[in-house]
């Protein structure tokens, strides 16, 4: 398995599939379905303490906003990997709240209620079973002068200990299931991921079962999924589709982008932009508008741009895949046609080359999400951002000036040195959803450094001390501007990637605008759809031809659409494990998708894991009952 990857590389995926079947077997114990979404806060509550979490009502405050209406399997897998698990010490905290007075005693009814608020949630008789392992007095209480003979030499530690191993032994239990249960193992793999999908499944998927009750439902339930003597194979499944696809390495000289000889000479023109991660997984950025004003030969490209001070260190992201997509179409609309996408790479630029008529379109940054993903290694150390000068006034650590002067030069789209109005706005949506207006500007180059009416980058610095001043050096308001751009308490950007986009055309001067569309991440979607289903191979699943399959490969990536035209949804597997050298944008070599009756949905993406190594796409699809 992972013949291609490094020891670090094999390592992480092992410890990556090891946790999402420790999730999936948690949330089914809770769950009819990993396809079930969580829809109540108390839900949400219940699945965690299963999980042996014990989140503070903030966190969850956090994860459940007055604006979240449910959350997926996918969302609840990284929630878990931001709460650590509940331990001795803070039980061992629990247990001596309950007995104030040190008596040395704690009741039943006490004893359940720390149970049902710390770790995993228990039934009465789950109690009253951890209840009869440690010596009770005539009053039904638990001793600790007794339980201190017994346990040395932390009567209550050692109490805890054992509580704590008996929710480890629980998930165990629950991993032992869902390895035994045949139909749950293939069938529950992960959830929809992609945005737009989410939408269309709440408008049109009838609501599914709510949590599963320990009464004569569930045990119904396990008489039904108990594996007959039928293969599972047959018993879960209509049909499936294979299809298997081995990729040279991208240094083929098939795949190299060439630029025009007579480049120099063309009109040009440049900006930049970022992509960012959402909190659900997604991937966001600005769109363009590009103007023609007549006919002409056009030589797009976009790559990844280093921030890095060092040449011989480059930014952490220069190896995130990227392209254009270019499109026509109306906004008011939301009708917009596929024109052509860049496909040839030179190291970490892609491009396309090509005619294009008179007239508007817009350019549409994508990356498939393989390596721009939620960062899950925890941060050893926050940084400081701003500390008291001798004076007693506050100001800016040098580390949090050079990441502010980082932000600066990603938010310079034009890269002239400056902030315009339009430029701060955009970065002003991305980090607290409002916009400045003209006012609010005039007041900023009143107070602030500027420049022919424009921010400068010691104006910024100057804009953000006066924030940190509006706080009293309470630096939650910046760390909310700088987890917004993709930074963590480190001051690295892992959750972000910089890109520039470039314009060539032959004889005209073209005109590049930045454009905030509010359903920009929906229209880069249709038109994705689009381009998958007129340039990649259809295959309808067998047994089921109003489930098509289309799957678009070019040099750098194998993108994968699944088109439901029948009346019904219809829930697919999707098993990547023959796969060699490849990296899912799904983040799991087996998964299912739920696809709503006559929806169209992104099933995966694929890049090569080693790009100058040899990569096979082995891909099973199933529709299973």
Same mark, same amino acid.
């Given at each position: 398995m992972w013949p291609h990857c490094t020891p670090a590389q094999r390592s992480?995926?092992?410890? =990556?599939?090891?946790?999402?079947?420790? #999730? /999936?077997?948690?949330?089914?114990?809770?769950f009819k379905s990993s396809l079930t979404d969580i829809r109540s806060r108390e839900q949400l509550c219940v699945v965690l303490q299963q999980a042996g979490r014990n989140p503070s009502q903030k966190s969850i405050d956090n994860y459940w906003t007055p604006r979240t209406t449910k959350l997926s399997f996918d969302d609840f897998c990284e929630i878990l990997r931001k709460e650590r698990e509940t331990d001795e010490s803070e039980l061992? *905290?629990?247990?001596? %709240?309950?007995?104030?007075?040190d008596s040395g005693y704690i009741s039943h009814s006490d004893l359940y209620r720390v149970l049902t608020s710390r770790g995993e949630k228990m039934s009465p008789e789950e109690v009253n079973g951890i209840f009869s392992l440690a010596e009770i007095n005539n009053d039904g209480k638990l001793d600790y002068v007794k339980v201190r003979s017994l346990f040395v030499p932390c009567h209550d530690a050692q109490f805890c200990r054992l509580l704590v191993a008996t929710v480890e032994q629980c998930q165990a239990a629950a991993v032992e299931r869902l390895e035994a249960d045949a139909r749950q193992k293939w069938q529950n793999f992960g959830s929809q991921s992609e945005g737009p999908s989410r939408s269309s499944v709440s408008q049109t998927s009838p609501q599914v079962p709510e949590m599963r009750q320990k009464s004569?439902?569930?045990?119904?339930? /396990? *008489?039904?999924? /108990?594996?007959?003597? @039928?293969?599972?194979?047959a018993r879960s499944r209509r049909s499936s589709m294979s299809?298997?696809?081995?990729?040279?390495? !991208?240094?083929a000289k098939s795949s190299k982008l060439l630029e025009p000889k007579s480049l120099q000479g063309w009109h040009y023109t440049s900006l930049k932009g970022c992509f960012f991660l959402?909190?659900?997984?997604?991937?966001?950025?600005?769109?363009? /508008?590009?103007?023609?004003? @007549?006919?002409?030969? &056009?030589f797009l490209t976009i790559r990844p741009f280093n921030l890095s001070q060092v040449d011989e260190k480059p930014s952490s992201w220069m190896n995130v895949d990227t392209a254009l997509f270019v499109a026509t179409g109306n906004e008011t609309k939301d009708d917009f046609n596929f024109i052509c996408c860049t496909e040839l790479q030179d190291k970490e630029k892609f491009g396309w080359k090509g005619e294009l008529s008179a007239g508007t379109y817009y350019i549409l940054p994508f990356t498939?999400? #393989?390596?721009?993903?939620? @960062?899950? %290694?925890? &941060?050893a150390k926050e940084a400081q951002l701003v500390y008291r000068a001798e004076s007693g006034e506050l100001a800016l650590t040098k580390e949090f000036r050079s990441t502010l002067s980082d932000i600066f030069e990603i938010i310079d789209l034009n890269g002239n040195g400056l902030l315009s109005l339009e430029e701060y706005n955009f970065f002003e949506q991305r980090t607290s959803g409002e916009k400045c207006d003209e006012d609010a500007w005039a007041v #900023?180059?009143?107070?602030? =450094?500027? %420049?022919?009416?424009?921010l400068t980058r010691q104006g910024f610095m100057e804009l953000n001390l006066m924030e940190a001043n509006d706080q009293e050096g309470d630096p939650r308001d910046l760390w909310v501007t700088l987890e917004s751009m993709g930074y963590n308490r480190a001051l690295e950007m892992v959750e972000a990637c910089p890109f520039v986009v470039s314009v060539y055309a032959e004889d005209v001067k073209p005109t590049l605008q930045p454009v905030s569309l509010e359903l920009g991440h929906k229209v880069l979607n249709t038109v994705l759809y689009k381009s998958v289903i007129a340039k990649g191979e259809a295959r309808p699943i067998k047994g089921h031809q109003a489930v098509v399959v289309y799957t678009y490969r070019n040099e750098a990536?194998?993108? !994968?659409?699944?088109?439901?035209?029948?009346? @019904?949804?219809?829930?697919v597997h999707v098993n990547n494990e023959q796969s060699k050298n490849c990296i899912s944008s799904r983040g799991m070599n087996v998964f299912a998708l739920e696809v709503p009756a006559k929806t169209r949905m992104v099933c995966q993406h694929i890049i090569p894991l080693n790009e100058k190594q040899e990569w096979t796409y082995s891909c099973i699809e199933t529709i299973v009952m």
């Open positions: 992480q995926l092992k410890n =990556d599939e090891l946790f999402y079947t420790r #999730c /999936r077997a948690t949330y089914l114990s809770v061992v *905290k629990a247990f001596r %709240k309950l007995d104030p007075d004569e439902t569930d045990a119904t339930a /396990r *008489k039904e999924t /108990r594996p007959s003597s @039928q293969p599972s194979s299809n298997t696809v081995t990729m040279g390495a !991208s240094s959402e909190e659900d997984g997604g991937i966001v950025s600005l769109q363009y /508008r590009l103007h023609l004003p @007549q006919t002409a030969t &056009v498939t999400g #393989c390596r721009l993903r939620k @960062q899950r %290694k925890p &941060v #900023c180059k009143e107070n602030f =450094d500027t %420049k022919r009416n424009e990536r194998i993108s !994968s659409v699944i088109n439901n035209k029948s009346n @019904q949804k219809v829930i």
